[in-house]
């Protein structure tokens, strides 16, 4: 696989805004850090992920304030500022019309109306795709293996971990498998059957796939190999869960385990983490959902 590396320093730009999302960014201060003129950044940058930089930003800061403000009992204005912007009203207003709902009635159940609105986008996705085989099977495969939950989920404090990363965005379903094994095609022999790991910045309720951004990341301490960058898996407490089959879902934890307690809550400062390692056919893997104490 042929890798861009005027693309890799756009993404190295998406790195450092996940770092530092409440930051007052403008739009030549991220322009600077690309080494690009400010139009050729905005053009550069709508070609790689089918938004402006400003838009960019102005999303994974509401993504980001929606799970904090689903999961957490912070205050909205709090929450506001810690997200990046300026005023009350200004976090209200935006948040409305991404959402459909003020944060308030968000943390509401509000956010179950838009999670009914994502799930009927997803469907319109499978059905408009002419290649997608759909998801019936899969879910079925991995009801059969899914393990009991209350039992099997533990939180344990992981630390931090070297990692190889690579992003795309918009891509899902068997688009997303092509590019992870023309990424995989791309690691040194040495690497041959990695420890992997799909890296998830956002709810996984609140966003279809083809708005996404999609983070791959292989464990490792070594240099990356051209085309992919340098980054970290931040430590701290998961909800963990270990599974052997075809895959397992974030929902069985939520609904199984978070909801059904008042001990932890979701960290939403930290991704969720799906780690796997691939055993013939099958996946022995671990999902990781950030938490801290309620």
């Given at each position: 696989?042929?890798?861009?590396?005027?693309?890799?320093?756009?993404?190295?730009?998406?790195?450092?805004?996940?770092?530092?999302?409440?930051?007052?960014?403008?739009?030549?201060?991220?322009?600077r850090l690309a080494c690009y003129?400010?139009?050729?950044?905005?053009?550069?940058?709508?070609?790689?992920?089918?938004?402006?930089?400003?838009?960019?930003?102005?999303?994974?800061?509401?993504?980001?304030?929606?799970?904090?403000?689903?999961?957490?009992?912070?205050?909205?204005?709090?929450?506001?500022?810690?997200?990046?912007?300026?005023?009350?009203?200004?976090?209200?207003?935006?948040?409305?019309?991404?959402?459909?709902?003020?944060?308030?009635?968000?943390?509401?159940?509000?956010?179950?109306?838009?999670?009914?609105?994502?799930?009927?986008?997803?469907?319109?996705?499978?059905?408009?795709?002419?290649?997608?085989?759909?998801?019936?099977?899969?879910?079925?495969?991995?009801?059969?293996?899914?393990?009991?939950?209350?039992?099997?989920?533990?939180?344990?404090?992981?630390?931090?971990?070297?990692?190889?990363?690579?992003?795309?965005?918009?891509?899902?379903?068997?688009?997303?498998?092509?590019?992870?094994?023309?990424?995989?095609?791309?690691?040194?022999?040495?690497?041959?059957?990695?420890?992997?790991?799909?890296?998830?910045?956002?709810?996984?309720?609140?966003?279809?796939?083809?708005?996404?951004?999609?983070?791959?990341?292989?464990?490792?301490?070594?240099?990356?190999?051209?085309?992919?960058?340098?980054?970290?898996?931040?430590?701290?407490?998961?909800?963990?869960?270990?599974?052997r089959g075809p895959g397992a879902?974030?929902?069985?934890?939520?609904?199984?385990?978070?909801?059904?307690?008042?001990?932890?809550?979701?960290?939403?400062?930290?991704?969720?983490?799906?780690?796997?390692?691939?055993?013939?056919?099958?996946?022995d893997g671990e999902l990781r959902?950030?938490?801290?104490?309620?």
């Amino acid at each position: 696989m042929e890798f861009d590396p005027r693309q890799l320093r756009l993404l190295a730009v998406c790195r450092q805004l996940d770092f530092r999302l409440a930051e007052p960014w403008r739009l030549d201060d991220l322009a600077r850090l690309a080494c690009y003129s400010r139009d050729h950044f905005e053009r550069m940058f709508g070609d790689l992920t089918g938004h402006t930089p400003i838009d960019y930003l102005r999303r994974r800061r509401l993504l980001q304030a929606a799970l904090r403000v689903r999961h957490e009992q912070t205050g909205l204005l709090q929450i506001a500022h810690e997200s990046g912007f300026s005023s009350d009203s200004v976090f209200s207003r935006n948040f409305r019309q991404a959402f459909g709902c003020s944060p308030r009635d968000w943390r509401a159940e509000g956010w179950r109306d838009f999670h009914l609105a994502i799930q009927a986008r997803w469907r319109r996705l499978h059905e408009s795709d002419p290649d997608d085989i759909g998801d019936e099977a899969l879910l079925a495969a991995l009801e059969v293996h899914k393990p009991d939950i209350p039992r099997q989920a533990r939180v344990r404090y992981c630390r931090p971990q070297p990692v190889w990363l690579a992003r795309a965005f918009g891509l899902w379903g068997n688009r997303a498998g092509t590019h992870w094994l023309q990424l995989a095609a791309s690691l040194p022999v040495a690497a041959a059957s990695p420890l992997c790991c799909g890296i998830t910045r956002e709810d996984p309720a609140f966003i279809a796939g083809d708005e996404g951004v999609q983070d791959w990341a292989i464990i490792s301490d070594a240099p990356p190999p051209p085309g992919w960058l340098a980054d970290r898996l931040p430590g701290g407490y998961y909800l963990c869960l270990r599974y052997r089959g075809p895959g397992a879902q974030f929902r069985w934890l939520y609904a199984e385990w978070l909801e059904q307690q008042s001990l932890w809550t979701v960290d939403a400062r930290r991704p969720h983490l799906g780690l796997w390692r691939e055993q013939g056919e099958m996946l022995d893997g671990e999902l990781r959902i950030p938490v801290r104490r309620a």
